[in-house]
């Protein structure tokens, strides 16, 4: 079994409805366990800023899956749950991106783990560190807590949760 670790969005419509959909799809999917998920974050839209602000939450899960299995089961989730690829950086239901796998590193055309540019997202490393404080580049070690973006402003909790059970259970 293989450890992931997921960043999701969402600010389109029900945004919580939309990010607790995508972790039941995760869960209920026969190769994916998830382990934990962290309290709900909203932020300031990032590249295209006149849009809805974002829910953000981080997954730990375990799977079976290889890195493009997960990718593809993500991109899966994101269609079934009305994903639209029209505008880069645009509004959508819901956003599923692999931040890390394992401690590999992945270069493909379609997957580059660790996830580009996670260290400066502040909206990606604060649930990140949350539901894991010493998770670090599996290239250079750093760990995530001390990059400068965890020092920034704009990542409001919005709503607390405990475990994945509770963000599971809750309507």
Known sequence: MKTAYLSLGSNIGNRLDHLRQAVRLLHDHPAITVRKVSSVYETEPLGLTEQAKFLNIAL???????????????????NKLG??????????TVDLDILLYNEDSIQ??????????????????????????????????????????????????WKQIQNAGEFLQQD
């Open 83 to 92: 994903r639209m690829r029209k505008i880069r950086w645009g509004p959508r």
């Open 108 to 157: 493909t055309e379609d997957l580059i783990v660790p996830h580009l540019r996670m260290q400066e997202r502040a909206f990606v490393l604060v649930p990140l560190i949350e539901i894991n404080s010493e998770v670090k580049h599996p290239s250079t070690g750093a760990l995530y807590r001390e990059e400068p973006a965890m020092r920034e402003e704009g990542v409001i909790l």
């Open 60 to 78: 730990e899960l375990v799977t079976s899956l290889e890195a493009a299995e997960l990718l593809r089961a993500c991109q899966s989730i994101e």
